[in-house]
């Protein structure tokens, strides 16, 4: 695996990827891997050759008062997971190849970048979709990859390359659990061990919704009271958000009767975390659901 510093050196090098009909993938990361990313690059691996990989912990997707600092940082240990996983390159480049002296151009997806996660981390997906917009500019990949659990940027990136016309397919791939529940995520490692106790509250809440949806229940207001009522039941839980939204706009449904997310947010002590259940009816009118947990 050849590992990639530079925006030119990796422009040169996905321009040659690129040629004879090869389909590029590209899965963007901010490091810090996980069996949630391992599975982007499996199904990149899959359907893509080379698979080029990006590690990049962005600054501008960070609030002034959040974790930037001490997001967790694994350079050597993910190299070897990217090389085992069978990645062809890494980009990993600085912070000044990325935002040079005198960046001041932004990506912004209006309306779906300010509800639920981006009224509780304003700039936050602004960070996303311009790091984003750059990464798919700078290598040009046939597919680029993204994990369901953070589903709101999926949404989003998806819809900024439908509305950017892309050339690069936004592929959106399971969510991976821990065996107990726990969605993959590179903050689970601020928990303590009473607190990654604590954090199975999103998952046993989001279960307790799929069991009500399965027994009839389509009241979103019905739905978020009883989330609310479970996440209060754990005291080192507060819930930042417990929402049904449509699974397009992301916006608040009166009932389940369309594709929606249950989506939560919710701190375990200082840690926050997100996590989401998808639902949607078997076929249009239908009474019957498939949910992806
Ligand atoms: O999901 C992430 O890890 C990041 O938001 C991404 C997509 C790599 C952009 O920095």
């Known amino acids: ?92 480049p600085e912070e000044s190849e990325i935002y040079p002296n005198g960046f001041s151009t932004y990506v912004n997806v209006e309306g779906l970048s300010e509800r639920l996660e981006g009224r509780s981390r304003p700039g936050h997906f602004r960070g996303v979709t311009t790091v984003v917009m750059k990464l798919l500019q700078i290598v040009q990949p046939n597919f680029a990859y993204f994990g369901r659990k953070d589903a709101q940027q999926a949404r989003i990136i998806t819809h900024m390359a439908r509305d950017l016309n892309l050339d690069t397919e936004i592929v959106v791939c399971p969510l ?37 949806l399965t027994h009839g229940v389509r009241d979103a207001a019905q739905l978020q009271t009883s989330l609310r009522r479970k996440l209060e039941s754990e005291r080192l839980a ?32 200082k840690t926050r975390l997100i996590d989401n259940l998808y639902v949607e009816p078997k076929s249009t009118g239908s009474e019957e659901l498939v949910f992806h947990f």
Not at 12 to 23: D, K, P, T, V, Y
Not at 192 to 209: D, G, I, M, N, Q
């Open 238 to 269: 507060t819930a930042d958000y417990a929402e049904v939204v449509d699974a397009e706009r992301f916006e608040p449904v009166l009932k389940v009767n369309k594709p929606c997310y249950v989506l939560l947010a919710v701190f375990i002590g």
């Open 1 to 92: 695996m050849e590992t990639i510093r530079t925006v030119a050196w990796m422009k040169e090098h996905a321009r040659q990827a690129r040629a004879g009909n090869r389909i590029v993938g590209l899965v963007p990361t901010m490091g810090a891997l996980h069996a949630g990313h391992l599975s982007l690059i499996e199904r990149a691996k899959r359907e893509c050759s080379p698979v080029i990989a990006s590690i990049f912990v962005n600054p501008k997707q960070f609030g002034a008062n959040e974790d930037f600092a001490k997001y967790p940082r694994a350079f050597e240990i993910d190299m070897q997971k990217m090389e085992q996983a069978g990645v062809d390159s890494l980009f990993a």
């Open 176 to 212: 991976v659990r821990e065996p107990d529940g726990l969605a993959l995520s590179s903050r689970n490692a601020y928990l303590s061990k009473e607190e990654r106790k604590a954090a199975l509250v999103l998952y046993r809440a989001l279960e307790a919704a799929k069991n009500e």
